[in-house]
């Protein structure tokens, strides 16, 4: 049910139509439509959103050195092996039965289905011609809530029997990320909404008598709330609270659903993000992480927070979105493996019209994140190819890859040439928060630029190679800084909000993002100046501006696709140059004379749902 969410979580994207060319006056629509729009993509896919997205920014090695012991390798089995993608497991009452949703055998419509545990087949419960998924079961058993996505992209909460049947609507949402989570009275439902449009997303109950909503949480832009579930008794809320991934919150709740004081933080590295669960005691949470290129990892810690999280030792890889049975003797989790790869696109200067794409420097591991050296003879990119992300660089072709770093941190990503071709700057988790680093581009000790305790990344460099920008939180919300090349003092550049920042080919503008799961792409005087909105459709990972124009990837709402598009600077004319049948991941470059394409390209994965017996 993939962004991105987030975006993670790509988030993304997939295969998308749209005309090959349209005035950029044609492409703003207005604020809140694009939201709506917004809300329906996150709804649709925001497994992969967040997945994806959030994807290349998330750490969690850095727990593994800190962490307890993990517990007794457990063996679980598959509960799903069916063709296309299964997601969201939730338990009925008695553990018996799993509710999930399934995009079919033909692939082509997510529904509702349940399954018996020890069965095979399952029965398929909604058949609306729309995306319909989140089951819920009930705590009495007798129904389940989900999603159901209606005519014009709105989305309901509906409520049906568990055994099949008419369905009931309790409410219209504008949803933000996965899940529905049932109060222990059987009269809630904790669910996560941008009320109005253009809000922070926040927590709120729904009734499902009224349709009332109650504001649970509420939290100040830049963050944004998701993946809320109540505990077994109702009388607390664990939820996540993003800056980067997200920290694990709490929040105790009334008898009245309203929350009783502030929410209180259970961890503070930035490193989780997935629906988390309780265990049937309260005492514990369940939750997963991962690392670009390699496989989830589910964990566990005290819901007092009294000490840190470890890993749930599962035999063979491990999952997300993980559901624990009522008696506490089950586990299911959402299975799922996926390699990236980089691809070249042929493109022909101003007409827009691109060749297939062909495979750049391929491996069996997660290759993304490309850029061109200035003279176009070389490509930096990140590879897992030898165990954890490092940067690389290879020939323009591909061709002789070479490990530039060895920084074996949690992650190490956003390789930028300087403008000699001399250096690469990058960030890494080397010391545990994201800071930014130079190296020469054949290798050698990195030089560290910032030890703030702040997270510090995404960096490039000026045109005259004399100023890095980057992206902290170190002012409490994300900003665009820059520090001088050599290092040294670093001051702030934008004032409301920032995130990946370039230079134009000229260097006098500044392009930059606001939000990587965000959709628009500003402009500012890089010597300072009032901010203009440059584009409203454009992933605000995957964007670089060249001579000839400022090349994005924009979401295609209406194919629920992505497609790689250019701007052109001189006219505003905006030209499609190629629909991408995958999902896109972190990066997009193009060769300084603007023959060749390079982005990062998720290659297709069935998930499905796995089972572990004598969970404790």
């Avoid at 089951?135 to 509906?158: C, H, Q, T, Y």
């Avoid at 020469?440 to 000026?462: I, N």
Wanted: proline fraction near 7%.
């Amino acid at each position: 049910f993939p962004r991105r969410g987030y975006r993670f979580v790509y988030p993304i994207e997939t295969q998308c139509n749209g005309e090959p060319e349209v005035a950029a006056a044609e492409a703003v629509t207005t604020q809140a439509a694009a939201l709506r729009r917004r809300s329906w993509v996150l709804f649709y896919v925001g497994v992969t959103l967040v997945l994806a997205l959030a994807a290349a920014f998330l750490a969690v090695r850095h727990y593994l050195t800190t962490a307890r012991k993990p517990d007794t390798q457990l063996r679980p089995v598959p509960l799903t092996t069916y063709v296309g993608s299964e997601y969201m497991p939730s338990f009925s009452p008695d553990g018996n039965q799993v509710a999930f949703a399934w995009t079919g055998p033909n692939r082509d419509n997510l529904d509702v289905y349940v399954k018996m545990i020890g069965t095979e087949n399952a029965v398929r419960l909604t058949t609306g011609p729309g995306p319909e998924g989140m089951p819920a079961w009930s705590p009495d058993g007798r129904s389940i809530a989900f999603m159901k996505v209606l005519p014009e992209n709105k989305v309901g909460i509906f409520l049906m029997p568990a055994i099949g049947g008419p369905d009931r609507k309790v409410a219209m949402i504008n949803p933000c990320s996965e899940g529905l989570s049932w109060h222990a009275s059987g009269e809630w439902l904790a669910v996560t909404e941008q009320n109005p449009l253009g809000a922070p997303c926040s927590i709120y109950a729904v009734s499902i008598t009224t349709g009332e909503k109650r504001k649970l949480t509420n939290p100040q832009a830049p963050s944004a709330d998701s993946f809320a579930e109540f505990s077994p008794d109702g009388s607390r809320l664990v939820f996540f609270r993003s800056r980067v991934a997200g920290d694990l919150y709490i929040v105790t709740v009334s008898d009245q659903m309203v929350p009783a004081g502030e929410p209180r933080r259970l961890t503070s590295l930035n490193l989780f993000r997935s629906t988390a669960n309780w265990t049937p005691d309260g005492k514990e949470v369940i939750f997963s992480s991962f690392q670009e290129g390699e496989p989830d990892e589910l964990w566990r810690m005290p819901a007092s927070g009294e000490s840190a999280p470890r890993r749930v030792a599962i035999q063979g890889e491990g999952g997300a979105f993980p559901v624990i049975s009522r008696e506490g003797n089950r586990l299911a989790y959402v299975h799922f493996t996926w390699n990236t790869d980089i691809l070249r696109l042929p493109i022909n200067g101003r007409k827009g019209e691109g060749s297939e794409p062909t495979p750049f420097a391929a491996s069996t591991r997660s290759d993304l994140a490309p850029q061109y050296s200035p003279d176009g003879k070389r490509v930096a990119f990140i590879s897992v190819r030898s165990g954890t992300n490092e940067v690389w660089v290879c020939d323009a072709d591909g061709s002789n890859p070479v490990q530039v770093t060895t920084m074996a941190a949690t992650m190490t990503g956003a390789p930028r040439w300087a403008p000699d071709g001399q250096q690469l700057v990058f960030d890494s988790t080397k010391q545990g928060s994201f800071d930014i680093y130079t190296v020469r581009a054949d290798g050698g000790a990195p030089k560290r630029l910032t030890d703030d305790p702040a997270d510090d990344g995404v960096a490039s460099w000026s045109r005259d190679g004399r100023w890095i920008y980057f992206a902290s939180d170190r002012s409490k919300d994300w900003q665009i800084w820059k520090m001088p090349a050599a290092g040294g003092k670093a001051v702030q550049v934008t004032q409301k909000g920032g995130r990946l920042a370039f230079e134009s080919a000229d260097g006098r503008d500044l392009y930059y993002s606001k939000d990587f799961l965000g959709t628009s792409i500003w402009r500012m005087p890089a010597g300072g100046g009032e901010e203009v909105q440059v584009l409203e459709s454009a992933l605000g990972f995957s964007f670089v501006p060249a001579a000839q124009g400022l090349y994005f990837v924009a979401h295609d709402h209406a194919a629920q696709g992505s497609s790689i598009r250019r701007l052109d600077l001189a006219t505003g004319h905006i030209a499609t140059l190629f629909h991408p049948q995958r999902l896109i991941d972190l990066g997009l470059a193009v060769s300084p004379d603007e023959r060749f394409l390079l982005y990062a390209q998720r290659q297709d994965t069935d998930t499905d749902l796995m089972l572990v017996e004598g969970f404790r």
